[in-house]
């Protein structure tokens, strides 16, 4: 079974600066996507970023970038440039090739102060 | 293009009753997956049904059930609530392939009581 773990419950930085969310994750599979969703407080679950395990080119969003260590089973998100609006809650999911399921992640609380 | 509805967007209802709740997809979507979300447990799978057909299932008792229809649109049901089915369901929608990107609805509150 895959396992999706965010280590940093809450995190709160100063608008405009950049942030880095942690993710890691564990599967025996080879062919996996990975993905970055945030939940502001309207409840709305809004994709941010997708990545593609084979591929080994970074995804990035505008603002919204990752780093992925497939080796290393790691798959952060930076936000650079911090808008107020970027408050919310920020899950990490995996899923594997195959099947149409998401396992998320505990969820990091991210607070962009003006 | 809409995205995805669900409704409705709150409920309330009492132990022992049963609720439906529906969820429309993106127009071409034909894929759904239905997902609770509580405090304690987080994000949990529940099942995706495409083409009128369950392809997946989370590990939920009897209880939760689904499905879906000629036009994608898809309903859950949870019989005989218990206080512990207090949560959001979120639905989501994806094209078909068993590798697309999944886009969630706003989510329905249910409280038992």
């Known amino acids: 079974a895959q396992t999706v773990t965010q280590s940093q419950p809450e995190m709160s930085v100063q608008e405009a600066e950049t942030v880095t969310l942690s993710c890691t994750y564990d599967t025996s599979e080879s062919n996996y996507y990975l993905f970055w969703y945030k939940q502001p407080p309207s409840r709305q679950m809004i994709l941010v970023i997708r990545q593609e395990a084979y591929k080994q080119q970074n995804a990035t969003e505008n603002r919204f970038s990752v780093n992925f260590q497939k080796a290393a089973k790691s798959f952060s998100l930076k936000i650079s440039d911090s808008q107020l609006g970027d408050t919310a809650m920020y899950f990490c999911?995996?899923?594997?090739?195959?099947?149409?399921?998401?396992?998320f992640g505990q969820g990091t609380r991210l607070t962009i102060n003006p | 293009k809409a995205g995805v509805t669900q409704t409705p967007r709150y409920l309330i209802k009492t132990r022992g009753q049963q609720v439906t709740l529906s969820c429309s997809p993106i127009s071409g979507h034909r894929s759904v997956s239905w997902y609770q979300q509580t405090p304690g447990q987080g994000l949990q799978f529940l099942f995706e049904?495409?083409?009128?057909?369950?392809?997946n299932k989370g590990n939920f008792p009897g209880r939760f059930s689904g499905r879906q229809f000629s036009n994608s649109r898809s309903e859950m049901n949870v019989s005989t609530l218990e206080l512990g089915d207090s949560a959001l369901y979120l639905c989501a929608s994806s094209v078909e392939a068993l590798r697309d990107t999944q886009y969630f609805g706003p989510g329905t509150r249910l409280t038992v009581l």
């Open positions: 999911a995996f899923m594997r090739s195959g099947a149409q399921k998401l396992v």
């Open positions: 049904y495409f083409s009128e057909t369950q392809r």
